[in-house]
């Protein structure tokens, strides 16, 4: 008996492995099947998606036509057929954007980067699909972008169709201005009160400060060479300014100049501040949008300026 429950056992778990190794078997070509139909629904869609571009783009060139030879004006046939290609081309777009996934500012925005959307009304559809982005009560940078894109078109002489021009991109040295100054922001507002020279000292200083930033940025290793005045002997930031505050007056001003001229077309960033010098304190969405695209540059200009007895150290490591 008991040899008979013994072979009862092995055949039970001979059983128990073949139907484990049937249901592995079926899960793994069920996962394969599940799989292969992803991959066939993905491949469809991206075949809808291309198509849906196609077509985009074939409305947008006949509406330009119409535009170009101005027949949308001149005759009621060439108006009621560009009132129906935009009401397709609207209609289109809608379907592109409610099917595309996590549509937002930042993906329209990429969009009319890469030339997919390249007249103002056509964005401006598009942003009718965007559900509005809010940080701290203020608008999305990216929708930001996008306004003044299509505001810059609308204010244009230039004769439909009207082509967009897009805003400058922050740099690396933009950037690092920007970062410095918020770094010292507090110490940058007390100082600022002063008169004279104040502004073209403050111009000068940040400007050394933002290159000293960046050099450091891009050489983490290694010995460096630094151009504000200070890092020997461990400055602050107040200490820096007045003693800028006693250089002659015109060759702070031509220098504070030559400063500002690198900042040309980027006064949008910065806050109202002087009528001479007007890049000096940047918007807290400048600061944002800089730390978000040259994190490495944010990180070193936070502790740039830290009154810490290691910072000559750091510096030099």
Wanted: glycine share 4%; net charge negative; aromatic share 10%.
């Amino acid at each position: 008996m008991a040899s008979m429950g013994s072979v009862a056992s092995i055949l039970g778990l001979l059983v128990a492995i073949a139907v484990a190794f049937y249901q592995r078997n079926a899960a793994i070509k069920a996962k394969f099947r599940a799989n292969a139909e992803k991959e066939r629904a993905a491949n469809l869609e991206d075949h809808l998606a291309r198509q849906r571009w196609q077509q985009l783009r074939s409305l947008g060139e006949q509406i330009d036509t119409l535009e170009k030879d101005k027949r949308h004006t001149a005759d009621a046939t060439g108006a009621a057929l560009h009132a129906r290609l935009k009401e397709q081309y609207s209609s289109l777009l809608g379907v592109i954007a409610t099917s595309t996934k996590s549509f937002s500012a930042a993906q329209l925005r990429h969009w009319v980067y890469t030339g997919r959307l390249s007249r103002p009304w056509q964005v401006e559809e598009a942003l009718s699909h965007v559900e509005p982005e809010f940080s701290n009560s203020e608008i999305a940078e990216d929708e930001k972008w996008l306004r003044r894109v299509i505001d810059d078109a609308k204010v244009s002489a230039e004769s439909s169709p009207q082509t967009l021009q897009f805003p400058l991109e922050v740099n690396e040295y933009v950037a690092a201005y920007i970062l410095v100054a918020a770094a010292v922001e507090e110490q940058l507002l007390e100082v600022s009160r002063g008169s004279g020279q104040t502004a073209y000292s403050i111009a000068v200083l940040l400007n050394h400060l933002a290159e000293d930033c960046l050099t450091k940025s891009q050489n983490k290793y290694g010995p460096i060479s630094l151009k504000a005045w200070g890092w020997d002997s461990d400055k602050t930031f107040k200490e820096r300014f007045y003693h800028y505050q006693e250089l002659d007056f015109w060759v702070v001003r031509g220098a504070a100049h030559d400063a500002q001229s690198l900042l040309n077309g980027y006064e949008e960033f910065f806050e109202d501040y002087d009528a001479l010098v007007k890049s000096v304190i940047p918007t807290k969405s400048a600061i944002h949008h800089s730390r978000n695209k040259y994190p490495d540059i944010a990180e070193i200009a936070d502790r740039f300026l830290e009154s810490s007895g290691s910072r000559r150290k750091a510096l030099e490591s």
